[in-house]
Structures are given as C-alpha cells and as structure tokens.
C-alpha cells in the first residue's frame, strides 16, 4: 500500500507570495501525481496530473514537478482564490493525502 | 462537458443502509476509458476513496469498507449508485461521485457537487 503525506499540514502566506506544498510517497509512483484545489463548500478541482500536466483551464501560475516518491506544487503568486485546501492524489487503492491548507498570513 | 450529480437522502438512520445514485450527463458511462467513482469527506477532514466501477461494470473498494460497499451501474440511465450497509455516525460526511481516467495517473477529471448524508436516529 502507498501512502502520501502531504507537508506542511498548514501554509500561511501573503497574497502575492509563492507557496510551495510537498506530497512525499511511500515508495516510488513515476510521474503519477495528481493536484486538487478545495475551497470551502465546494468539490475538489483537478489542477495537476501526471505529476506537471495542467488541467484544462488551470492558470499558469500553478505549476507541478517531482518524480519517483518527492513532488511539488507551486502557486507562484498568490489569489485571493487560491486560498484553499490542497490534496495530492496517486493511482493506487488509498490515493489521497492528507491535505495541505494554505491560509492568508 | 461531463457533469455528475449526486442525489439521495440526507438522512439514514444508524444500522441501516445509505443509498445514493450519481446521474451523469454530457457523457456515457458506458463508453470511453473511464472509472466512476465514490469518495467521501466527513466535515473539517480529508477525502477517503470509497470505491469504483468501470464500463464492463468491474468493482474495486476501499478495503476497510469492502465489507459494507456496493456499487453498480445502470447504463440505461447513464447513473451509477453506492450502497453503504450498517452505517453508523462514522458514516456521516459529504459523499462526491467522480469521474477518473483509467490510464496514467488515472486523476480524477470530474466531480458532482456533493452530497451531505448524516446518520442519526
């Protein structure tokens, strides 16, 4: 079973910062990662797959990097409506991690 | 687009069995290479995958609810549904049905709004 552990549990920044959230897997997944942006009340979004791959209609300041068991989402400049709760995801039978949130500072 | 729209009741009572279907639209479950989904959130907490059902109509579960979970599909209504036996308050959370690719990361691509069931008498 592969396990993700998202880090930190909680990001305070600035709008206009840089946020970077980290999804570590227990053993290696390849270039299988997934991004998603929750905002409250609402159902999660697709922002990133297979490990850098924009979804359709994400901005560019959201960016994905990383392979084998250490990945990287970065939010370059932060919006007022990227203030949210970040989840990876990978392919196998327990595929979520725990969750970054990325509060106002 | 494919749109997901989860719709049962609100309300289960503890022991019984949750029932909720997924209607999808813009899209058929029974073409393309794609998984359907359940997933969950109870309030203030993470996402948990509850499980899966593909075109040929194959299952796959979480395994700490495989011995409560039944998913199925009617592809004559284009909707597919999860049945979730012996709930108790555990059971209480929002419940997203979720459209997921099959190759790759197998991401998943589209999400109903959700639906808050809670359990109690």
């Known amino acids: 079973e592969i396990v993700l552990t998202q880090s930190p549990a909680t990001l305070s920044v600035s709008p206009g910062e840089r946020a970077t959230l980290t999804c570590r897997a227990s053993?290696?997944?390849?270039?299988?990662l997934a991004w998603y942006q929750q905002r409250p009340g609402q159902a999660p979004r697709l922002l990133i797959y297979?490990?850098?791959t924009r979804a359709t209609g994400i901005p560019a300041r959201f960016s994905g990097s990383g392979s084998g068991t250490d990945f990287t989402l970065t939010i370059s400049s932060l919006e007022p409506e990227d203030f949210a709760v970040y989840y990876c995801?990978?392919?196998?039978?327990?595929?979520f991690g725990g969750g970054t949130k990325v509060d106002i500072k | 687009q494919v749109q997901l729209q989860e719709s049962g009741p609100g309300l289960v009572q503890p022991s019984q069995t949750l029932s909720l279907t997924c209607i999808v639209s813009?899209?058929?479950?029974?073409?393309?290479?794609?998984?359907w989904n359940w997933i969950r959130q109870p309030a203030g907490e993470g996402l948990e995958w509850i499980g899966r059902i593909n075109a040929g109509g194959s299952t796959r579960y979480n395994s700490s609810l495989k011995s409560r979970v039944l998913i199925s599909a009617d592809p004559s209504k284009n909707q597919f549904s999860l049945q979730l036996s012996s709930v108790t308050a555990a059971d209480t959370a929002v419940y997203f049905c979720a459209r997921q690719r099959m190759t790759g990361t197998t991401e998943l691509d589209s999400w109903g709004q959700g639906t808050l069931v809670t359990v109690s008498a």
């Open positions: 995801q990978q392919r196998s039978d327990w595929p």
């Open positions: 297979d490990a850098s």
């Open positions: 053993q290696s997944i390849g270039i299988y």
């Open positions: 813009g899209g058929s479950i029974s073409s393309g290479p794609y998984y």
